[in-house]
């Protein structure tokens, strides 16, 4: 214990002398800059980007010292019983080997990236950098600047997502985790944990070349005891060859790993060893997303349904809408009815019917809300070689992203089970209902989504980004169809506003849900379903742990002097306009069962 | 007979398990289906623009699976209605109707087209209601 104790404080020592002194940019094993890759035009990298990164990073070393604090703090459990458990504090342990993972830089090539980097407390565990939000939309991974396709979704209530299966008495997918459902839980029995298992290997992201990397930088890892402790002593016993730091140092994807998944050269013994540390790294985040320290439920909407806080008329007036007119809860589902025994505003206690007392604000399914395409997002760019000889997306702007139908087709990712491929054309274009808790979460010296006079923090909405503000994603929902134009983004008609008074086209016509899209709401009564959805950000019953640990500057703008100063034009003043788009490329289109109607 | 007794059975005990599940209590619930599925507004144009026409109409909550779908067959002659679009909607439990809506996209302009509309459930499950021959004109 004296011996553990020592070493962490040597760590949490290292950790902070090598927090003040971080590179802006990653550096190879032997010392060397990585040349960045930036294939991107003028403008679509945000000009803070480096400085941005490094200020999450501090933020992502400043909170992995606090969790190896609360290590150290804690008193160990003793393995007892049968079957053998940690008894006393063996779940909290669990938890904290999640945070420690979450927020540990070293399960990457360049030992730049972890997991909290794109997923920070302070944005209910979403996209921490308000610049990225507002323009590339997907974050830097430990190859600067190669970058995703998609937002980071959030944590908050994903390990309650069932496991994906296909109801044939509803004729529908349910659960799974990523916007695209494919991690599937089919194999650890948790989509969330499988979710966890990756972004440390997507080339794009943390971009570990082998999955045996997790396991080999684990094994030196200042919280290894914990592990060993949570798992089993002996999990790292793997002969690993001497070659695995140059291949753990090399990003995934990269010519000279010739494009084997598993470049690590282990005896089968050895490979299934760690292959249960892949594992138990899924099982234990798993466990902390679960835990009160992401999943808290701790809203000002959990203190309504125990009748110890009581809506305000518009946050109410909001509620009656989300049940009613504006129908959001047929897929944001709040576990509450509509039918209000109590009629006069500001209700409370909230007497309908009552069919969770922890709703969590989604149906586990999928749906095509019709998104235009977002010229910004950072993929349509990354069609040239790196330095490494990795392009992310050979398509550029001929990529479209299908969400769950090309899943099941086995294009975005490998589909475990065949018999769900022939449903890919009637799921083409759908993206999961993220649960509706933590949207409106900010750090809180800049307590709202919302531009205008008040300090804002910058998010980004739906799996493009497309959307900016709270107040656009409603009036999305609610006008979607009242001004649909057939133009793409940055083209809409002299005297229309985009995102106000003009939609551009779908990004895919396919599936499209109906449900909204003219709700006729009107503004006020958008507003008071903004309102309604601040009241699901958790930190109000007790403070959600971590959310203040936001370094950067709030936004703010004046209304009077700036035309995008508006939570209905935010994000304006960065649209570009769409190029000319090259046809579907074939490679996701013209993979059957192909989309039906052809997708153009 | 037995078959069908031990399908609803089965139904019923999964049904069950379900809703004292607390992890997926609030996955979309099957909902009693209703008896006889009405049209009560509509169907009427909500929408025709160059490039996207929209049909709209509402029933009572035709209930069963949770995501429905409004289908339109339609053609340019009235006894021939060989076109099919159909969009998904969800229904609402707790509400006594529901509206579908239906997108047609890149339909010919300058040209009359005739229609009719119905619904139909996920797993398939046909609603049973069907409009009268109804007609529209593309504008432009």
């Known amino acids: 214990m004296k011996r553990t104790t020592l070493l962490g404080t040597l760590v949490i020592f290292a950790a902070v002398v090598g927090a003040l002194f971080l590179p802006y940019g990653p550096v190879s ?33 400043s909170i992995e010292n606090e969790a190896l604090t609360q290590w150290q703090a804690l008193t160990p459990p003793t393995l007892t019983g049968q079957p053998p458990t940690l008894q006393g504090t063996g ?7 999640g945070k420690l993972m979450n927020f540990d830089e070293n399960i990457s090539p360049f030992k730049n990236r972890a997991c909290g980097f794109c997923h920070m407390p302070y944005a209910g565990f979403s996209g921490p950098i308000p610049s990225v939000n507002l323009t590339m939309i997907a974050y830097p991974g430990s190859v600067e600047f190669r970058a995703g396709k998609r937002t980071p979704q959030r944590y908050t209530y994903s390990p309650f997502f069932p496991i994906l299966n296909y109801n044939e008495t509803q004729g529908l997918f349910f659960g799974g985790n990523f916007w695209d459902s494919r991690a599937t839980g089919y194999l650890l029995g948790s989509p969330d944990a499988e979710q966890a298992q990756h972004p440390p290997v997507d080339t794009q992201e943390h971009a570990l070349p082998d999955t045996a990397c997790i396991a080999f930088r684990l094994s030196t890892a200042a919280y290894k005891p914990l592990f060993e402790t949570v798992w089993g002593a002996g999990s790292f016993n793997i002969s690993f060859p001497a070659d695995t730091e140059q291949i753990c140092d090399t990003p995934g994807g990269a010519s000279m790993l010739g494009g084997s998944a598993t470049p690590i050269a282990l005896t089968p013994e050895d490979r299934t060893k760690a292959n249960n540390v892949f594992d138990h790294w899924g099982n234990s985040l798993d466990q902390y ?5 992401v999943s808290a439920f701790s809203s000002k909407f959990d203190a309504f349904t125990k009748g110890t806080y009581t809506l305000t008329k518009d946050e109410a007036a909001g509620f009656q ?37 922890t709703p969590k604000f ?3 399914g999928s749906a095509n809300e019709g998104l235009p395409l977002n010229p910004r997002d950072a ?18 702007f001929a990529f479209r992203d299908l969400g769950m139908g090309s899943f099941l087709r086995g294009v975005a990712a490998p589909n475990p089970n065949s018999n769900w491929t022939p449903f890919a054309p009637t799921v083409d274009g759908q993206m999961q209902v993220s649960s509706a808790r933590n949207v409106a979460m900010t750090p809180p010296q800049c307590p709202t989504t919302e531009a205008g006079l008040t300090p804002y923090f910058q998010k980004e909405f739906f799996h493009n980004g497309y959307i900016k503000s709270l107040k656009q994603l409603v009036h999305f929902y609610n006008t979607r169809d009242l001004y649909p134009y057939n133009v793409t983004s940055g083209h809409c008609p002299t005297g229309t506003i985009e995102k106000v008074t003009c939609w551009p086209m779908p990004e895919v016509k396919n599936n499209i849900d109906m449900t909204t899209g003219k709700l006729g709401l009107t503004d006020r009564e958008e507003d008071q379903i903004v309102a309604f959805l601040e009241t699901l950000t958790d930190g109000f019953t007790r403070p959600y742990p971590d959310r203040d640990t936001f370094t950067g500057a709030c936004m703010t703008c004046n209304p009077a002097t700036d035309p995008n100063c508006s939570p209905a034009r935010q994000g304006n003043g960065s649209l570009i306009p769409t190029p000319p788009l090259p046809p579907c490329g074939s490679d996701i289109c013209g993979v059957p069962p192909v989309p039906s109607p052809p997708i153009p | 007979m037995n078959k069908l007794l031990l399908k609803l059975a089965i139904t019923a005990v999964a049904g069950s398990l379900l809703s004292s ?40 909550n035709p209930g069963g699976s949770p995501v429905h779908y409004g289908i339109v067959r339609y053609g340019t002659d009235p006894k021939n209605l060989s076109q099919t679009a159909k969009s ?53």
């Not at chain 1, 779940?91 to 080997?97: D, F, G």
């Not at chain 2, 209590?25 to 490039?51: C, D, F």
């Not at chain 2, 707790?94 to 300058?110: A, E, G, N, W």
């Not at chain 2, 139909?120 to 009268?132: F, P, Q, Y």
Request: net charge positive.
């Open chain 1, 379 to 396: 993929i349509y760019y990354q069609n040239t070689p790196d330095s490494f000889g990795f392009t992310a997306n050979p398509d550029g």
């Open chain 1, 362 to 364: 989604t149906c586990f």
């Open chain 1, 289 to 293: 997303e679960a835990s009160p320290d």
């Open chain 2, 88 to 140: 998904p909607i969800r229904l609402n439990p707790d509400h006594s109707s529901t509206i579908f809506r239906v997108r047609m996209d890149d339909l010919k302009p300058q040209t009359t087209y005739y229609y009719t509309v119905g619904s139909m459930g996920a797993d398939g499950t046909d609603d049973g209601t069907k409009s009268t021959v109804k007609q529209f004109r593309c504008t432009r």
């Open chain 1, 91 to 97: 779940q909290r342990a669990n938890q904290l080997l």
């Open chain 1, 29 to 61: 094993a032997l010392g060397t800059p990585v040349p960045p890759y930036n294939p991107y035009p003028t403008g679509i990298l945000p000009p803070d980007l480096g400085s941005e990164i490094a200020r999450v990073r501090r933020e992502v070393v």
């Open chain 2, 21 to 60: 599940n607390p992890m997926i209590g609030q996955v979309s619930p099957t909902t009693p289906k209703t008896a006889r599925v009405r049209i009560i507004q509509g169907p009427e144009l909500e929408l025709a623009k160059e490039h996207l026409t929209i049909i709209r109409w509402t029933t009572n």
């Open chain 1, 321 to 357: 809408l989300f049940n009613g007119k504006g129908n959001c809860n047929s897929c944001h589902v709040d576990g509450r009815g509509t039918t209000s025994t109590v009629l006069n505003p500001g209700f409370n206690p909230d007497h309908s019917k009552t069919a969770s007392t």
